[in-house]
């Protein structure tokens, strides 16, 4: 198997990335469909395109994605408050959450985007050792017959259009709440024109919330909240072990008042 990685960037900055783990016979398609993803960005034309092709060395891990948690928000503010709600569930000190929505806010690398994401000890305390790279979680994928799955559910949520953002986003949350030392994730996009976002953890899935910031802001980003972590091992774990999702969890929806 191959890992396939894109990323585009404009005056060395980063406007999008994607990635696949395919067989050989999958790699030109593949190659092909990240380029054309990467010319065709909200953010704009790059100036910068590299894609990846890298045969895997190590087993790949086979696990079942988080299940799919839909919530319902009228804006921001009611997002926020529901993402802070929920970290602090998951036993987050309220400062730390505080700060990474401060920071995603404002641009976690000196008032712009990371290009990866932030990660967060129960301090408060920044420990990705390069403040504008971040962390990128790679070699991950969704099988065939799981994304089947997946979209049938997204198909019956109303939520087709976002096919795409979900599944990419809910593999990846998938593999960052496997990795030992996680508590939790937050995300929102920082494509200027989608909202949405989510609160991940194994305790409670893939909580989604479609509103985590207003039309047109370009920022947004993820901050991984971790707790007794060897560092190097996490970073190495993230960007390097290769993961597929093969199942899925399911899908349900809840209202504010019973998260
Ligand atoms: C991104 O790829 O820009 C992050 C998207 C996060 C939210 C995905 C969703 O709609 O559930
Ligand atoms: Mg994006």
Redesign the pocket.
């Known amino acids: 198997m191959y890992s396939v990685r894109m990323r585009a960037e404009r005056d060395k900055k980063h406007i999008s990335g994607a990635e696949r783990i395919v067989e050989t016979k999958g790699i030109s398609t593949t190659v092909s469909a990240l380029a054309e993803r990467a010319l065709s960005h909200e953010k704009g034309k790059p100036d910068f395109i590299n894609i990846s092709v890298e045969a895997l060395k190590t087993p790949i891990k086979n696990v079942t994605s988080l299940p799919l948690i839909l919530t319902h928000v009228e804006n921001a503010k009611e997002g926020k408050a529901l993402a802070k709600g929920l970290l602090l569930t998951l036993g987050l000190p309220l400062l730390c959450i505080e700060k990474a929505i401060l920071l995603l806010e404002k641009g976690p690398a000196d008032g712009e985007n990371m290009r990866g994401a932030i990660i967060m000890g129960m301090q408060g305390n920044r420990l990705e050792p390069d403040k504008h790279r971040g962390i990128r979680v790679s070699r991950m994928d969704i099988t065939k017959g799981c994304s089947i799955e997946l979209e049938r559910a997204i198909v019956d949520a109303g939520l087709i259009p ?1 096919y795409t ?2 599944s ?3 593999v990846l949350a998938t593999k960052v709440s496997s990795v030992k030392g996680t508590i939790a994730e937050l ?5 200027p024109s ?1 909202t ?3 609160v991940a953890s194994k305790k409670l899935g ?1 909580v ?1 919330i479609p509103h985590l910031k207003q039309k047109g802001d370009p920022r ?1 980003g993820r901050v991984f909240f971790v707790d007794n972590i060897d560092l190097d091992n996490y970073i190495h774990e993230m960007e390097n072990t290769p993961l597929l999702v093969n199942k899925f969890c399911g899908l349900r929806e809840i209202s504010l008042d019973k998260p």
Do not use: K, P, T
């Open positions: 976002y953002y979900i990419e986003a809910l995300c929102w996009s920082d494509d989608y949405a976002g989510y893939y989604r947004g």
